[in-house]
C-alpha cells in the first residue's frame, strides 16, 4: 500500500484504521471519494435581511464558500486517501498531514468549508430564530450566569478577535465555553489552534469583513449586535443536545 503524499506511513496507517473503522462501526462516518460539493442555502440570501443584506449572502455564499470548496477538492486531488474521510475527521487529524504544502490547503479550505456551511445552518430568518431549550439555557445560566453575560462574553470574543477569524460557542468536557479561532481554523482542529477551547461548535460567527464589509462597512460591533437576531436557537439547542448525549 503506498503512503499518500505528505503523509508518514504511521499516521496514515491510523488514519486507514479510522476509515476503517467507521465503515464498520460508525454507519455515515465513511464518505465516497466524491469532491466535495457548495452545500444550498438553507434559505434565500434575503431572507436575513435587515440584520445580513442579500449581496453580503450571495457574495458569501457563491463566491467565498465556493472557492474554499474548490480549493478543497484541488488539495484533496492529491491527497484521494484522505479524500475518503468525512470532514470532521480530517479536520481533527491534520496534524498527521506531514507535508505542509498540502497541510495548508487543507487548513485553510478545509476550514473554510466547514465553517461555513456550518455557519449557514446555525443562522435563520428573525421570525424562525426561536430561542434557546430549556436545557440550553440552563446551561448559559449555569456556565456563564445569564444569557445577558454569554452574550457580553461572545460578543467581546468575536470584536476582539484581530483581523479575519471566527468567535465559537463549544461544549467541552460538559461545560459551555467561548473562544475564537483565527483565519478559518475551528475548535475541531486538534494540535493546531493552541490558544483555542476545543470541543463541539454549537455557534459561530464569522468576523472577516466579508461576512459584513458591504453594509456595516468598519462596524464590526454593530455587525455583531444585529447577528444575534437571525441565530438559530432550535438548530443550536439541537446540537447542544446532541453533544451532552
Ligand atoms: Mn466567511
Known amino acids: 500500500m503506498r503512503t ?25 462516518r465513511a464518505r465516497a471519494a466524491t469532491p466535495q460539493t457548495l452545500p444550498a442555502l438553507p434559505y434565500a440570501p434575503a ?30 486531488e492529491k491527497a484521494p486517501d484522505l479524500a475518503m474521510l468525512e470532514l470532521d ?14 497541510r495548508t490547503p487543507l487548513r485553510n479550505h478545509g476550514g473554510g468549508h466547514w465553517n461555513h456551511t456550518f455557519f449557514w445552518e446555525i443562522m435563520a430568518p428573525a421570525v424562525q430564530s426561536g430561542a434557546p431549550s430549556e436545557k440550553l439555557a440552563a446551561a448559559i445560566a449555569a456556565d456563564f450566569g445569564s444569557m445577558d453575560d454569554f452574550k457580553k462574553a461572545f460578543n467581546e470574543a468575536a470584536a476582539k478577535r484581530f483581523g479575519s477569524g471566527w468567535a465559537w460557542l463549544v461544549l467541552k468536557n ?72
Not at 475527521?89 to 498540502?102: I, Q
Not at 489552534?193 to 469583513?209: M, Q, R, Y
Open 4 to 28: 499518500p503524499i505528505g503523509m508518514n506511513r504511521r499516521r496514515f496507517v491510523q488514519l486507514g484504521a479510522i476509515a476503517t473503522a467507521s465503515a464498520a462501526m460508525m454507519p455515515g
Open 174 to 245: 460538559g461545560k459551555l465555553k467561548i473562544t475564537s479561532t483565527p483565519n478559518q481554523d475551528n475548535p475541531l482542529m486538534k494540535g493546531l489552534v493552541p490558544d483555542a477551547d476545543l470541543g463541539t461548535p454549537l455557534l459561530g460567527l464569522d468576523v472577516w469583513e466579508h461576512a459584513y464589509y458591504l453594509h456595516y462597512q468598519n462596524r464590526r460591533p454593530d455587525y455583531i449586535t444585529a447577528w444575534w437576531n437571525v441565530v438559530n436557537w432550535p438548530a443550536v439547542s439541537k446540537r447542544f443536545e446532541e453533544a451532552s448525549k
Open 89 to 102: 475527521d480530517l479536520l481533527a487529524d491534520l496534524p498527521s498531514v506531514a507535508d505542509e504544502s498540502l
Open 47 to 76: 431572507a436575513l435581511e435587515p440584520h445580513i443584506d442579500a449581496r453580503t449572502m450571495e457574495i458569501h455564499h457563491g463566491k467565498h464558500h465556493a472557492a474554499y470548496v474548490a480549493g478543497l477538492n484541488a488539495a484533496l
